[in-house]
Nanobody, 126 residues
Framework: QVQLMESGGKAVQAGSSLLLSCIAS????????MGWFRQAPGKGREFVAG????????RYADFVKGRFTISRDNAQKTLTLQMTNLIPEDTAVYYC???????????????????WGQGTRVTVSS
């Protein structure tokens, strides 16, 4: 079973940038979409960004508004999320996930992800 491990989360000031990384213990299934989700205190987990196996297309939640960039390197088994211009509302635990191959077009559906990391915490203060 593939395992995912996130890193890069920390406490920062509003306006800062952070690079989150997610490393897989072994290659994910060919064709699998990977994504980032987040869960803020007291809220449910929500979709942040997703990327196809070949790197295009990519999809973002509306609240990203050009501030975040998702990328992946299949050879390095790495998924990243570059976050810029962070705001306090970005405070959350960020999770990476690998989607089951051959599932439908809704990348924001958590039920279609079968592998998750443990999360990395991002705290943004004003």
């Amino acid at each position: 079973q593939v395992q995912l491990m996130e890193s890069g989360g920390k406490a920062v000031q509003a306006g800062s940038s952070l690079l989150l990384s997610c490393i897989a213990s072994e290659p994910t299934s060919v064709g699998s979409v990977m994504g980032w989700f987040r869960q803020a205190p007291g809220k449910g987990r929500e979709f942040v960004a997703g990327i196809s196996w070949i790197g295009r297309p990519v999809r973002y939640a509306d609240f990203v508004k050009g501030r975040f960039t998702i990328s992946r390197d299949n050879a390095q088994k790495t998924l990243t999320l570059q976050m810029t211009n962070l705001i306090p509302e970005d405070t959350a635990v960020y999770y990476c996930g690998a989607r089951k191959p051959g599932t439908g077009p809704n990348w924001a559906s958590q039920s279609e992800y079968d592998i998750w990391g443990q999360g990395t915490r991002v705290t943004v203060s004003s």
